[in-house]
């Protein structure tokens, strides 16, 4: 079993290696004719070597990841982590709240060490990489809140989460699959509702757009798309970077429209109009609530596997440890891999095809030739790649390339 978790964490590293090196041998292709006056040579070469910083970057993270992950296994890192989670809980006496407790510390102490460890790396990407190629915006204080921020945030999902699957397994062994999705399918569900009033505030301000040209364009398009417009907000994003977006968060009345900051900077009022016009498609078209009744499907799968796994006991022994929940559900974490890159390409696949859709919605609005203007002036603020390798765009892409959505959206309005 050991040899087939170390194939799984091989494999995956060198799948991405080569996936990077084809990418990298599309660089120097011409640009394709349609994106050649956002692409001049200086943009171009400055795009190229954002692109190899990037790539450098990688295969360092993927590296180092792959060699901490292979010297703790073979070298009992896991087993002594595991010994080290028993004997502080040996005191207490309710065997479901040691299990609980064991769960919740062993996840908490591997989730803080990947969090320590990817400092550096972190800093290096903000403040050098992103700073030399003029994204960066962030502060070292802004920069360490986040860190801090984000890291407990992250902690305390994971003892809820932890708290309510180990308490259902101790529980009732036989509903764990099911019992747990439910319990899980709630917190997300709840989560994904609350996005804006629980997460965000936590690390952006939202202000609502205020009355003036945007918001009426804005109205305009709403009505013309018979589309209930709820709440539109700007978020501060260029607090830390100039890359710039629009999204719509929650559903049913938490639903609202989010703009950047730096969006609104970026592109004319037509344009954002046009942007949102894509993101209403996809709100029209129902891929939002379509996405989640899929995750949900994909977490219940994964925890009919996660019973199987448990039933029969097979993993925690492959690494030395004595039987118990909390390492063999590490272990299925990483025998769970495999499935779930096959799942991602088909995410990405469904994903790339409502992008279309989406684009369509705004193209049958009337506004094809601004949402061209708009994701060409953002593609080129963001040193997008202009020549991604199908492969590439095949494994890791949940929108179309550039050039595609651009192809696409002149079909018509040419
Ligand atoms: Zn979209």
Redesign the pocket.
């Known amino acids: 079993m050991l040899y087939v978790i170390t194939a799984i964490l091989v494999l995956d590293f060198v799948l991405g290696r080569v996936l990077s090196v084809l990418n990298a041998s599309y660089e120097h292709l011409p640009i394709p004719e349609e994106i050649c006056d956002i692409y001049n040579e200086e943009r171009h070469s400055k795009q190229v070597s954002y692109a190899k910083v990037n790539r450098q970057l990688s295969w360092l993270t993927n590296g180092l990841s792959l060699l901490i992950m292979l010297l703790m296994l073979y070298l009992g890192g896991f087993r002594w982590i595991d010994l080290w989670v028993h004997d502080i809980t040996s005191e207490v006496v309710n065997p479901i709240w040691r299990d609980i407790m064991m769960a919740v510390c062993y996840f908490s102490l591997l989730e803080l060490a990947e969090s320590v460890i990817s400092i550096p790396i972190s800093v290096y990407r903000t403040f050098v990489v992103e700073q030399r190629f003029g994204f960066n915006t962030t502060t070292p204080t802004t920069f360490t809140l986040d860190w801090l921020k984000s890291t407990l945030l992250q902690l305390l999902l994971i003892s809820v989460v932890l708290a309510a699957v180990v308490g259902v397994y101790d529980s009732i062994p036989d509903w764990f699959w099911l019992v747990s999705w439910a319990v899980v399918a709630v917190i997300s569900v709840f989560v994904s509702y609350f996005y804006s009033q629980l997460i965000v505030p936590l690390f952006n301000k939202q202000t609502p757009l205020p009355q003036g040209e945007l918001r009426d364009a804005i109205e305009k398009l709403a009505a013309q798309a018979g589309f209930h417009l709820t709440d539109i907000y700007v978020m501060d994003s260029s607090k830390r970077t100039t890359h710039a977006n629009a999204y719509f968060a929650g559903f049913g009345k938490k639903r609202r429209i989010v703009l950047y900051d730096t969006l609104i900077e970026q592109l004319s009022t037509d344009e954002i109009v046009a942007v949102l016009a894509?993101?209403i498609g996809?709100s029209r078209h129902n891929h939002t609530a379509k996405a989640m009744a899929t995750g949900l499907a994909q977490q219940l799968l994964m925890f009919v596997l996660l019973g199987l796994a448990l039933r029969y006991n097979l993993l925690a022994g492959a690494i030395g440890c004595e039987p118990s929940f909390h390492v063999n559900m590490f272990l299925f974490s990483i025998l769970y891999e495999p499935l779930s890159l096959l799942l991602s390409l088909l995410g990405n696949y469904v994903s790339r095809k409502?992008?279309y859709e989406?684009d369509a919605f705004a193209r049958s609005n009337g506004l094809a030739q601004s949402l061209v203007v708009a994701l060409k002036k953002l593609s080129a603020n963001s040193l997008s790649n202009p020549n991604p390798h199908p492969a590439f765009v095949f494994f890791y892409y949940s929108?179309p390339t550039l050039v595609q959505r651009i192809r696409a959206l002149s079909n018509t309005y040419k």
Do not use: L, S
């Open positions: 894509h993101e996809h409502n992008e989406a929108h």
